[in-house]
């Protein structure tokens, strides 16, 4: 199978953009969908972006999801930062078996 | 609203069983698929086993295969995962969680319940 590889922390400042890359390991990045799940401290995870780059009824419009065949990687794009947005970031998709990234921790400072 | 609500976790000792139970409400649970995933204390997320909605399609990770069983009883509105020959490194909060439709995307979580292996 294969993995998906994110960068283990980023973080920003409150108004900026921040993007947070996930790589997959072998296979196209664009033949099965990606998913972006949010998991802030004590609780479970929710859906940010699903199917690539669509966001649940909820989900402000400031998260936005793409896919780079180019270098075989999908984005998760927050713009206008709120301190509310420090969580851990993970990606996901699916092959013969659901795999997620290692997650990223996300600090709004 | 959907609700998903985990119970049976706790402490076990190594090569013990456990098992967990997840009750739904708040959408027609026989319409929908699920799955169970973990998450090691500190750690990420990992996929542990998958049922389609009318239970004759199951998946398990490589590292519970022949240990671990997912079921479902749809007109008890409620998925289940039967975990026998428990490992320390099996330590991780269990989330039960509804798939909007197959091999689809993690919709819906439960808040999780513990599972520690420990002597």
């Known amino acids: 199978n294969f993995m998906l590889t994110q960068p283990h922390s980023v973080s920003e400042s409150p108004g900026k953009t921040v993007t947070i890359s996930c790589t997959r390991s072998s296979g196209s990045i664009a033949s099965n969908y990606v998913q972006w799940y949010q998991q802030r401290p004590g609780s479970s995870p929710t859906t940010v972006i699903y199917e690539d780059n669509q966001r649940p009824s909820g989900v402000p419009d400031r998260f936005s999801g793409s896919i780079d065949s180019s270098s075989n990687s999908a984005s998760l794009t927050i713009s206008g930062l709120k301190t509310e947005d420090e969580a851990d970031y993970y990606c996901?998709?699916?092959?013969?078996?659901?795999?997620f990234g290692g997650g990223t921790k996300l600090t709004v400072l | 609203q959907v609700q998903l609500v985990e119970s049976g976790g706790g402490l076990v000792k190594p090569g013990g069983s456990l098992r967990l139970s997840c009750a739904a409400s708040?959408?027609?649970?026989?319409?929908?698929?699920m799955s169970w995933i973990r998450q090691a204390p500190g750690k990420g997320l990992e996929w542990v086993s998958y049922i389609s909605s009318s239970g004759s399609t199951i998946y398990y990770a490589d590292s519970v295969k022949g240990r671990f069983t997912i079921s479902r009883d749809n007109a008890k509105n409620s998925l289940y995962l039967q975990m026998n020959s428990l490992r320390a490194e099996d330590t991780a909060v269990y989330y039960c969680v509804l798939m909007p439709y197959s091999y689809g995307f993690f919709d819906y979580w439960g808040q999780g319940t513990l599972v520690t292996v420990s002597s």
């Open positions: 996901q998709s699916y092959d013969s078996s659901w795999v």
């Open positions: 708040g959408f027609t649970f026989s319409d929908y698929y």
